[in-house]
């Protein structure tokens, strides 16, 4: 490795995939820098899927309390301090931030809290130092950040960054967007105690997601009270004395204390330096990259959300973990993009893998559907009207198994070792020769015999 430049490889943003990539990389004996403007830990650890998980746990205990009377449970009037989440959250946040820290220094990286931009294809102006340094690799790890759109009022939203520093619980919100976060936070919202209303401009919620779990959450969520809006456009935020109005393109409006918008993330790419060193960028800014994350120019890599490929951590991890192994252990790994598992944390939850109903039936000519639609042997004694669902979506040829699809208590624990099972190969007659666990939720996946067929109603939709 060449001591003309200072570090064989610089990360700009300190998330999930530049953390892997840095610390992997200086175990490989490279001499490795990484700067991070916020935190350690990027939007998966400070301001995603590990603050919105603990908020959905939170969530769910209205439910829990309810439920124990049919088991015997006399439960006294229980409270919900919404300040003790905020400050139990921020301490383990901050615990698991310096994990991050702890194990970069551990592994030798010389990390700069400042902002980073390119400044040449292998240099780095750190801005907080003001200081220049170099990289014979340079790998952008930046992430994505909510995006919200320019209507009149905009700067009265919110996003999921500020809902998770809220200083007092708001007694109505609107949740504009209809994506795993918008549906995520409605129902988190929803479990401590606010009135929620869900606007989405779309037919129904989770685009992309099979159309029995959109379906089913949908009737979920209207059971839990919340206020599901489909079709219905925003085109204007007005501030008001105790909160906002927002204004529908048909003429329509509701008042809120709060909203928060959840209607996608673009790659957070502004200020970065990109267009000045030629890097093509598509059609949001995100950074294009091959199968081996290199950029347009030589020696730059992107990975995770600011290559605008999948927005999951996991992604981010395993696309980090490759860029070391090609650069520095000689073992250049294409990583697989197919059947990566998925989970929605509303309440009733989803987890996904495979492919949904509809896209198996435009790529292959025949295609078996099974589908249980149950009531939990939970609810049975507590009373509560909750479904939930399974549904495996089968190659009608060669038997194998496409999709895995569940909707209810513990879904994502369950997809995650069906998504196995998918990656091999499994075929319908292998879950049929599972024995199964009983009585559990899961042994649905291997007990379903029964191919599902369409009443004449669905059949003509």
């Not at 209205?62 to 989440?85: N, T, Y």
């Not at 014979?136 to 919110?158: M, Q, V």
């Not at 249980?372 to 009207?385: A, C, E, I, Q, V």
């Given at each position: 490795m ?6 064989d ?10 953390v ?18 916020y935190?350690v830990?990027?939007t998966?650890?400070i ?12 969530s769910r205990?209205e ?9 015997g ?12 989440l ?12 310096a994990i991050?820290?702890?194990?970069l220094?551990?592994?030798?990286v010389?990390?700069f ?13 750190l801005?907080?130092?003001?200081r ?10 930046t992430g ?5 759109p320019?209507?009149?009022g ?6 999921s960054?500020?809902?998770?520093h809220?200083?007092?619980?708001p ?5 504009v967007g ?7 936070f409605?129902c ?7 009135d ?9 919620i989770l685009?992309?997601f099979?159309?029995d779990?959109?379906d089913?959450l949908?009737?979920?969520?209207l ?10 456009d925003?085109s204007g935020?007005?501030k ?15 008042n ?6 959840a209607?996608g993330?673009?790659p957070n790419?502004?200020g970065?330096?990109l267009?000045k ?22 020696h ?6 600011v290559?605008?490929r ?11 973990a490759?860029v ?9 790994v ?5 059947n990566i598992?998925t989970?929605?944390f509303?309440?009733?939850e989803i987890?996904?893998?495979g492919?949904?109903?509809t896209?198996a039936r435009e790529?292959?000519?025949s295609v ?5 639609r149950f009531?939990p042997?939970?609810?049975t004694?507590s009373?509560r ?5 399974m549904?495996l979506v089968?190659d009608g040829?060669s038997g194998?198994v496409?999709?895995?699809h569940?909707?209810g ?5 369950m997809?995650q ?5 998918i ?6 007659d ?5 024995m199964?666990l ?24």
């Amino acid at each position: 490795m060449s001591e003309s430049f200072d570090y064989d490889l610089f990360v700009i943003g300190a998330g999930s995939g530049g953390v892997r990539c840095a610390r992997m990389s200086a175990n490989y004996g490279a001499r490795v820098g990484i700067a991070e403007e916020y935190r350690v830990g990027g939007t998966c650890v400070i301001r995603g899927c590990v603050p919105k998980k603990l908020f959905a746990y939170a969530s769910r205990f209205e439910h829990a309390f309810e439920d124990a009377a049919g088991f015997g449970w006399s439960m006294g009037r229980a409270e919900f301090d919404w300040q003790k989440l905020v400050a139990n959250k921020d301490d383990e946040i901050a615990r698991l931030s310096a994990i991050y820290d702890r194990n970069l220094a551990g592994a030798g990286v010389t990390s700069f809290a400042s902002r980073a931009e390119l400044t040449g294809p292998h240099e780095i102006q750190l801005v907080a130092e003001d200081r220049m340094v170099s990289a014979r690799n340079i790998l952008i790890a930046t992430g994505s950040t909510p995006f919200k759109p320019d209507i009149p009022g905009i700067e009265h939203a919110i996003t999921s960054n500020e809902a998770f520093h809220l200083e007092t619980l708001p007694k109505k919100i609107a949740i504009v967007g209809g994506g795993y976060i918008a549906v995520e936070f409605a129902c988190i919202f929803q479990g401590l105690g606010v009135d929620v209303s869900l606007i989405y401009r779309g037919p129904q919620i989770l685009r992309g997601f099979d159309d029995d779990m959109r379906d089913g959450l949908h009737e979920e969520m209207l059971k839990n009270d919340i206020d599901v809006r489909l079709s219905t456009d925003v085109s204007g935020i007005e501030k008001t004395a105790d909160g906002v109005t927002l204004a529908f393109a048909d003429g329509g409006s509701i008042n809120s204390n709060a909203v928060m918008y959840a209607t996608g993330r673009r790659p957070n790419v502004e200020g970065l330096g990109l267009s000045k060193l030629g890097i093509e960028c598509g059609w949001n800014g995100h950074v294009v990259v091959d199968d081996m994350f290199r950029s347009s120019v030589e020696h730059i890599y992107a990975v995770g959300d600011v290559t605008d490929r999948f927005q999951l951590t996991p992604v981010a991890i395993r696309e980090g973990a490759a860029v070391a192994e090609a650069l520095f252990n000689d073992n250049p790994v294409e990583v697989d993009h197919d059947n990566i598992p998925t989970a929605v944390f509303s309440t009733p939850e989803i987890g996904t893998v495979g492919m949904t109903e509809t896209d198996a039936r435009e790529k292959h000519k025949s295609v078996d559907i099974y589908k249980s639609r149950f009531r939990p042997m939970k609810h049975t004694l507590s009373g509560r009207d909750e479904l939930m669902i399974m549904k495996l979506v089968v190659d009608g040829a060669s038997g194998r198994v496409l999709g895995c699809h569940v909707m209810g208590t513990d879904a994502a624990e369950m997809v995650q070792m069906a998504a196995i099972a998918i990656r091999m190969g499994a075929k319908k007659d292998d879950f049929d020769a599972t024995m199964a666990l009983h009585p559990s939720a899961a042994e649905e996946l291997v007990t379903m015999r029964e191919k599902w067929t369409p009443s004449k109603a669905e059949a003509a939709e």
